[in-house]
């Protein structure tokens, strides 16, 4: 493991950052199973990571189910700590825990998460310095973040990895980024490749909110912002590109940050959605099942 780490911070440190690629696996091909062949040699020359990432999963639901029963591959891949960027000054903490994928076949996709991991946690640890040193010039004052991350799927076909920001000063705020990965065929998932068309959208969106109204009517405590125009504004859709993972129960979870769609002390709220609601909208059963 150690050898593991050396060796990535020795590619960090040599390698320049990529430009960032959209991974983003392609919305469902119409082709039948017989032109595979034939679309896949079209490719030759994009070069392997495009073949890698474009190709199949979602090409057609005969493929997907083909790839379904291919023996496990990135069985090892792993999430570790790359590096804790730590400031203990009193009025000023931070905690920053940078995440790196190992052990994974696509090399490109590899590189390309932990760099991204890599600058975002820089981003925040830089951000962080410059509002402490506007503090201490202005006379002094509190401020904070934390950062890291939790592996929310870890089995033979998925890894998903909830990264987490929270502000930790004042009206401290809470965002979460998810990764969704098929490890089997080295790739990253993205909402909309799920699904045939943009009807997911309004399936899950009508679902949420009537999971909503079930858990308000069953516990007074829990507040969402639903069916109520006058004081705030009503959640009425998802995003096309709205945060989500896939658990170790292949259930699709749609997540939403603090006070995107509750008051504050419901912090990051999820919502599991029933695989019936969505069956027919689905490219294939391969993740969601």
């Given at each position: 493991?150690?050898?593991?780490?050396?060796?990535?911070?020795?590619?960090?440190?040599?390698?320049?950052?990529?430009?960032?690629?959209?991974?983003?696996?392609?919305?469902?091909?119409?082709?039948?199973?017989?032109?595979?062949?034939?679309?896949?040699?079209?490719?030759?020359?994009?070069?392997?990571?495009?073949?890698?990432?474009?190709?199949?999963?979602?090409?057609?639901?005969?493929?997907?189910?083909?790839?379904?029963?291919?023996?496990?591959?990135?069985?090892?891949?792993?999430?570790?700590?790359?590096?804790?960027?730590?400031?203990?000054?009193?009025?000023?903490?931070?905690?920053?825990?940078?995440?790196?994928?190992?052990?994974?076949?696509?090399?490109?996709?590899?590189?390309?998460?932990?760099?991204?991991?890599?600058?975002?946690s820089?981003?925040?640890?830089?951000?962080?310095?410059?509002?402490?040193?506007?503090?201490?010039?202005?006379?002094?004052?509190?401020?904070?973040?934390?950062?890291?991350?939790?592996?929310?799927?870890?089995?033979?076909?998925?890894?998903?990895?909830?990264?987490?920001?929270?502000?930790?000063?004042?009206?401290?705020?809470?965002?979460?980024?998810?990764?969704?990965?098929?490890?089997?065929?080295?790739?990253?998932?993205?909402?909309?490749?799920?699904?045939?068309?943009?009807s997911?959208?309004?399936?899950?969106?009508?679902?949420?909110?009537?999971?909503?109204?079930?858990?308000m009517?069953?516990?007074?405590?829990?507040t969402y912002?639903?069916?109520?125009?006058?004081n705030?504004?009503?959640?009425?859709?998802?995003?096309?590109?709205?945060?989500?993972?896939?658990?170790?129960?292949?259930?699709?979870?749609?997540?939403?940050?603090?006070?995107?769609?509750?008051?504050?002390?419901?912090?990051?709220?999820?919502?599991?959605?029933?695989t019936?609601?969505?069956?027919?909208?689905?490219?294939?059963?391969?993740?969601?099942?």
């Open positions: 493991m150690n050898e593991q780490l050396e060796q990535l911070k020795s590619k960090y440190k040599n390698t320049p950052l990529p430009d960032e690629l959209d991974f983003v696996v392609k919305k469902a091909i119409k082709q039948s199973k017989k032109r595979h062949l034939g679309w896949m040699k079209n490719l030759v020359g994009v070069g392997a990571a495009a073949i890698i990432l474009v190709t199949g999963i979602n090409a057609s639901p005969a493929f997907a189910k083909a790839l379904s029963d291919v023996p496990l591959v990135g069985s090892l891949v792993k999430v570790l700590t790359f590096t804790e960027l730590k400031v203990d000054e009193g009025t000023a903490k931070a905690n920053i825990k940078v995440p790196a994928i190992t052990n994974m076949e696509n090399k490109t996709l590899e590189a390309t998460l932990n760099n991204k991991y890599l600058e975002e820089k981003k925040l640890y830089s951000d962080f310095t410059a509002e402490m040193k506007e503090l201490k010039k202005s006379g002094g004052g509190h401020t904070g973040v934390e950062s890291g991350y939790e592996v929310k799927t870890d089995n033979d076909q998925i890894l998903a990895i909830g990264r987490y920001v929270v502000n930790t000063v004042g009206s401290s705020s809470t965002t979460f980024k998810y990764d969704t990965i098929d490890k089997k065929n080295q790739l990253l998932i993205s909402l909309p490749s799920l699904f045939k068309d943009d997911y959208i309004r399936l899950i969106s009508e679902n949420i909110k009537d999971q909503m109204r079930h858990q009517k069953a516990d007074p405590d829990k912002w639903v069916d109520d125009k006058v705030f504004e009503s959640f009425e859709s998802i995003a096309k590109d709205q945060s989500f993972y896939i658990n170790n129960d292949g259930k699709l979870v749609i997540s939403f940050d603090k006070y995107e769609v509750t008051p504050g002390y419901m912090g990051v709220v999820e919502f599991i959605i029933p019936n609601v969505i069956a027919d909208a689905l490219v294939s059963n391969v993740y969601i099942k």
